[in-house]
């Protein structure tokens, strides 16, 4: 199947009605739409209609023949790919095309319909390249995404996300998969629903948690499956990638999947088909595919659990979200955002924020990132008993419990009243301890607390600290 860097209608130009119906069904059977225009008056006049991604055009027609149809067509869109499909003794007329901006020729009669497919293929891979090249360029010599009401679902004053909002725009067109990695909480789906309306792809989006599956709950899911497969498989059932038809499959935690269903991913994902539980009939994969995991890219590529030719499919894009921790500027209009949906939710006013409470939350690692800090918001309104939201209504703040190490420690010595001092190891191992707790066992956060790397901290973690 060649669905997989369609983004509209093919125009089957064709003056002769077998070549016109057989070169329409045989596409169509390919997945794609299809347009048919048997003369060059109905071609133009579909084309400035609908926009087609691709032509195919018959050189010999009447009134207008396909010079100047060719001609018209380049003058309205300079990158939409012809392919000029020619008799035998044409070939001049064929160079003619060539250099007029046709970008392939096929000779009548058609017999091996596989040519057609591999200049189809060709045409569109090419197209979506440029398409691709152009937006990227575009994105980098501006401010902001050309469409930032596409991203409005993400609240930040972060330049950082700002430069992925750009990228994420520059690519949303693509057909090809893009991999969303980032720590839990930091909005891997938001980014998803970004994307996916940036693409304008008329389909939905249809989000599944890949991981949650077993074997067959997993292609059952995804593909479907036929009346019969299995035992209780009395009626047919349309799996998320028909769903998905038209728009975008989103596959959540694709980090954590089996080796088997990467496999049956990387299958879909290159033939650009699938099949449902119990039919030997393959179907169009019509669904641009997005995924997205709490691992990071280095830790993907270097685990002996994940496929490495899955993951090299599956990274053709990539985007990473940075943790909230690295993006502080975030934080006050986050939590301000929070609060006021829950002072609508809880029928409160919405309190104004202490300057302390502003600085212990700018130490603090947020270790459950954006999801933790709109938990702590509704949790903090439910405790206010002022019109001032302070420290108190944060207990993971409560005594600096959270600050990270550059914060001055307090002047009461925490040993000072023990009859007698642990050794180094035991006071090393309980600090170590006390961080992890804090952190809900996060080790780059249990490390920014501690004032050490994460590096650092995995190899304290892995051996015994000498006393």
Known sequence: MLTGVQTGPILVVEDEEMLRLTLGDHLRDQGFEVLEAACGEEALAQFREHRPVLVTLDLRMSPMDGQEVLARIREADPDTPVIIISGQGQMSDVILALRGGAFDYLEKPITDMAILNHAVE??????????????LSRSFLAEGPERPEDFSGILTASTRMRDIFRYSEAIAQSGEPVLITGETGVGKELLAHALHRSSQRPGPLVAVNAAGLDEQAFSDTLFGHVRGAFTGADKPREGFMEKAAGGTLFLDEVGDLSPQAQL?????????????????????????????????????????????????????????????????????????????????????????????????????????????????AYDALGRLRSALLGPEAFPCLCGGGQESADVALPALNPFADLPALPTLRCATEALISEAMRRAGGVQKSAAFILGITPQSLCERLKRKTPA
């Open 122 to 135: 060709r045409a569109l891979e090419r197209s979506a390249l440029k398409r691709d090249n152009a937006m």
């Open 264 to 376: 049956r991913l990387l299958r879909v994902l290159q033939e650009r088909e699938y099949h449902p539980l119990g039919s030997d009939v393959s179907r169009p994969l019509r669904a641009r595919i997005l995924a997205a995991t709490n691992k990071s890219v280095d830790e993907l590529r270097a685990s002996p659990n994940f496929r490495a030719d899955f993951f090299y499919r599956l990274v053709t894009h990539s985007v990473s979200l940075p943790p909230l921790r690295e993006r502080r500027e975030d934080i006050l209009p986050l939590l301000r955002h929070f609060l006021g949906q829950a002072a609508v939710a809880m029928r409160r006013p919405v309190p104004d924020c202490s300057p302390k409470l502003l600085d212990l939350l700018h130490t603090y690692p947020f270790p459950g990132n954006v999801r933790e800090l709109k938990a702590l």
